[in-house]
Every structure is written in structure tokens, then in C-alpha cells.
């Protein structure tokens, strides 16, 4: 079916048109949708999850949602507004569950960027990554613990508070003050241009 070249900014009236058109099951307003916000929805996926290839899945899965849920959906909310939203909360969970994936495609990246090739660039890597490591280590031996669980080893909280024989609300408290800590840690430490984002995105709660 084509799209038709339609302006991105919707007026409220037009939008509400469109979102009864897509809970009636139309095909063309689903389109019409999927044309105006895919690159918006892309650009938050590609902020946070770094990977090209978890992104577009990420935005795949938030318009399949729309369309499999579309009759639920409430006709006064702004549509872009609502697809942001979803889309921020989706890849909390993707972070979650493919934070191996994620952090190994940034140290490629930092890599790329820093020049792997020479010895000087290499030791540069290694000093920005200690960095982080001295922050956690001035951590409180539980905050460390729960911190290097949840971020190096992907563990939900209900896994870290198993492992550590701790309540699931410990876990979170514990977690939020480790990286406070450590944001504020490395804003003081690592003001490098480049590689400061990369390591804030690491502690991302």
C-alpha cells in the first residue's frame, strides 16, 4: 500500500482522526503513523542502545504493540507522545536484557574512535576504563557487589537479591546510591571528550 507524503506535524483534530482510523483497524492509518514517527522512535532507540540492530528491533516491536493493541488505545492522547513513551520503556527492558550486546558494540566503537593500532591509544583505553573501576572500589562492599551484578553481569534485581540472600528493595536502593555516586565520580574524573557519555550510558538505571 502507498504512503502518502503527508506533513510530519498533525493538527489535534487530525491526529485524533487518524488514532479512531487505526482502533477501526485501518491499514492506511497504521502506515500513515509508522511514516510520520518511525525516524522519531529510531533516534530514542539509537540514544540509548548504541546498536543500529537492537534499535530497529526495538522500534519493529513498539509499532507491532500499536497495531496488535490499537483498540486500546485512548484517541485523546497525542500519538507521538504516547510512542515515545513506549518506546523509553521498551528499551529500559532491551537494556536490560542485552546489556552484554550493548556494551560490547560501545567498546568496539570507543575503540574505532580512539585508534586501536597504536600502544598510546591502547593504554588511553585502559586508563578510561580504570577510571570506573576506581569509583566502584570506593564503593561500600555491598553497593559494589549489587552494582558489578546488575551492570557487568546483567542480573535483574530479583536475581542480584537471590544471589546476595537480600530483599529486592535493598537491591534498588543500593543500585540508585551506587550510581549517583559514580555519575558524580566520573564527571569529576573522566571529563574526556567522548568517552564521559559512554560511561554515563552505563549507568543508566
Not at 66 to 87: D, G, P, Q, V
Request: aromatic fraction near 10%; glycine fraction near 4%.
Amino acid at each position: 500500500m502507498r504512503i502518502r507524503k503527508l506533513p510530519i506535524r498533525l493538527g489535534q483534530n487530525a491526529e485524533k482522526e487518524v488514532a479512531l482510523r487505526l482502533k477501526a483497524g485501518d491499514e492506511q492509518a497504521f502506515e500513515e503513523i509508522f511514516y510520520r514517527y518511525y525516524k522519531h522512535l529510531y533516534a530514542i532507540g539509537i540514544k540509548f542502545l548504541k546498536n543500529p540492530d537492537l534499535a530497529e528491533d526495538a522500534v519493529q516491536d513498539i509499532f507491532l504493540k500499536l497495531w496488535a493493541h490499537r483498540e486500546a488505545l485512548n484517541e485523546t492522547y497525542a500519538i507521538k507522545s504516547f510512542l515515545s513513551i513506549s518506546m523509553k520503556n521498551h528499551v529500559l527492558n532491551v537494556i536490560r536484557d542485552h546489556h552484554e550486546t550493548i556494551w560490547e558494540y560501545l567498546s568496539c566503537e570507543v575503540e574505532e574512535k580512539l585508534g586501536h593500532d597504536t600502544t598510546s591509544d591502547a593504554f588511553q583505553l585502559q586508563e578510561y576504563r580504570a577510571i570506573l573501576e576506581k569509583g566502584i572500589q570506593e564503593l561500600t562492599p555491598q553497593r559494589a557487589n549489587v552494582f558489578r551484578l546488575r551492570v557487568f553481569n546483567g542480573m535483574t534485581n530479583e536475581e542480584v537479591a537471590r544471589h546476595l540472600a537480600v530483599s529486592i528493595n535493598t537491591v534498588k536502593v543500593q543500585f540508585s546510591q551506587a550510581t549517583k555516586f559514580l555519575k558524580d565520580y566520573l564527571s569529576k574524573h573522566a571529563d574526556l571528550e567522548g568517552i564521559l557519555p559512554i560511561l554515563f550510558y552505563l549507568l543508566l538505571p
